[in-house]
């Protein structure tokens, strides 16, 4: 009976001890697959069905440091505008961002070793930027920020133009030009125009500067550097922009391609408010508002166009480099993988970013300082 008792006992025993194996394994195996999801959306998206948006994608060809900015920041994107002639909301936002951005001059200063002051040229308010060491006293740079012409100001913006100053050498020379909508394009391009004109009283020529630009700005550059050779007044030595908005009307092909991967913003919910609160839709094709549509065979100046292939402006840069390179003038188009838009401001000291800086050094080393 003894014997009949363990033959009997041994097998269940048997049999419970591979169940518990198995349900141990199981647990382990299930606890493994959930957390890969948890770390790699991108198999949630396989697994489960669930689309990740287009704008949340991150490759895996641009730098760790890259990396790890585009996964905090693909959580969002950024809200919608207000109206255009909302005129009291369009004030509220950009008094609460200015102040906000403003607040760190002084910590920038310190962090890039420059010194800034806050002055008048020509009746139009502007922030000066001078770096430690100085290549050249007779030579200039000129900065209209960006912010799709209805945010930032000079001041809060002081680190791009650091960055440029600390890249290059040179004195820069921010302009604190009226935000759209309290100002439309034909005052905002005179107040350009006033700046080199106090700039050219001051005893500068046009050769002694480089004017450079960002996002709106840099539509800002080209725009207003067409005006001013259509006045007769000359042009800069050169130009540096980086990600131009240079056509507001939502023409040309990365507006589609790319409107559901750009990360920072929509023409519909964000750009195009904007651009109408800068100007009315019949002028948005306007050269002096959209540069892409300029003459340029009447001259242009040496122009470096730098921006990311993750950028919903990627077709204006083409476009604009086309026109140029078409009308027979000197330009460069100098594009990086993976980077989102004014990639240069944001990351400064990684390697996308300082192989940029390189060569907006160069371009105004040639065609400015005239250093080999």
Same mark, same amino acid.
């Given at each position: 009976m003894q014997t009949y ?6 097998p ?6 591979? =169940?518990k194996?198995f349900?141990?394994?199981?647990i382990a195996?299930? $606890?493994s ?6 770390i ?7 697994y $489960? ?5 287009l ?6 060809? =641009?730098?760790?440091?890259w990396e ?13 505008a207000?109206?255009p ?10 008094t609460?961002k =200015?102040?906000?951005?403003e607040?760190?001059?002084d910590e920038?200063?310190a ?5 800034y002051r806050?002055?008048e040229?020509?009746g ?6 001078t770096?430690?060491?100085? +290549?050249?006293?007779?030579?200039v ?6 912010? #799709? ?15 440029f100053?600390n890249?290059t ?5 921010g302009?604190d030009?009226?935000? #759209?909508?309290h100002?439309?394009w034909?005052q ?5 125009v ?12 046009m050769?002694?500067?480089?004017l ?10 080209a ?6 050779r259509d ?14 908005w +240079?056509?507001?009307?939502e023409t040309?092909? $990365?507006?589609?391609?790319l ?20 100007a009315?839709?019949?002028d948005?094709?306007?050269? &002096? ?24 402006f990627?077709?204006?840069?083409v476009?604009l ?5 078409? +009308?027979g ?7 990086y ?11 400064p ?7 940029a800086l390189?060569?907006?050094s160069?371009?105004?080393n040639? &065609?400015l300082?005239?250093?080999?």
């Amino acid at each position: 009976m003894q014997t009949y008792d363990q033959d009997f006992v041994n097998p269940l025993r048997r049999k419970a001890h591979m =169940i518990k194996r198995f349900t141990v394994i199981t647990i382990a195996v299930l $606890t493994s697959f959930l957390l890969v999801l948890a770390i790699h959306p991108a198999i949630v998206e396989y697994y $489960t069905g669930d689309s990740l948006p287009l704008w949340s994608y991150v490759p895996d060809t =641009i730098s760790p440091e890259w990396e790890a900015f585009l996964l905090k920041k693909s959580k969002t994107r950024e809200n919608s505008a207000p109206a255009p002639d909302d005129i009291a909301e369009w004030t509220k936002r950009q008094t609460e961002k =200015i102040a906000e951005a403003e607040a760190e001059a002084d910590e920038i200063a310190a962090d890039f070793d420059i010194e800034y002051r806050e002055i008048e040229i020509g009746g139009v308010p502007v922030v000066e930027v001078t770096p430690s060491s100085l +290549a050249s006293e007779e030579k200039v740079a000129v900065y209209t920020h960006g912010g #799709a012409y209805v945010l930032n100001s000079a001041k809060g913006t002081l680190k791009n133009m650091a960055i440029f100053a600390n890249a290059t050498d040179l004195k820069v020379i921010g302009i604190d030009y009226t935000l #759209a909508p309290h100002s439309k394009w034909q005052q905002t391009t005179d107040e350009v125009v006033s700046v080199f004109q106090a700039l050219l009283a001051q005893g500068y020529a046009m050769d002694d500067i480089v004017l450079y630009g960002d996002s709106a700005g840099g539509g800002l550059a080209a725009g207003s550097t067409l005006k001013m050779r259509d006045l007769g007044m000359g042009m800069p030595a050169a130009l540096v922009l980086w990600s131009p908005w +240079a056509d507001i009307s939502e023409t040309g092909d $990365t507006y589609v391609t790319l409107r559901d991967a750009e990360p920072y913003y929509t023409y519909e919910d964000r750009l195009g408010p904007s651009a109408l609160a800068y100007a009315n839709k019949e002028d948005h094709q306007r050269p &002096y508002v959209s540069p892409v549509y300029g003459d340029f065979s009447a001259g242009f100046p040496p122009t470096l166009i730098q921006g990311g292939t993750k950028e919903i402006f990627l077709s204006n840069f083409v476009r604009l480099y086309q026109a140029l390179d078409q +009308a027979g003038q000197t330009v460069k188009l100098d594009i990086y993988e993976g980077m989102p838009h004014v990639f240069q401001q944001k990351l400064p000291d990684t390697k996308e970013s300082q192989d940029a800086l390189k060569k907006v050094s160069s371009w105004v080393n040639e &065609y400015l300082l005239k250093v080999e």
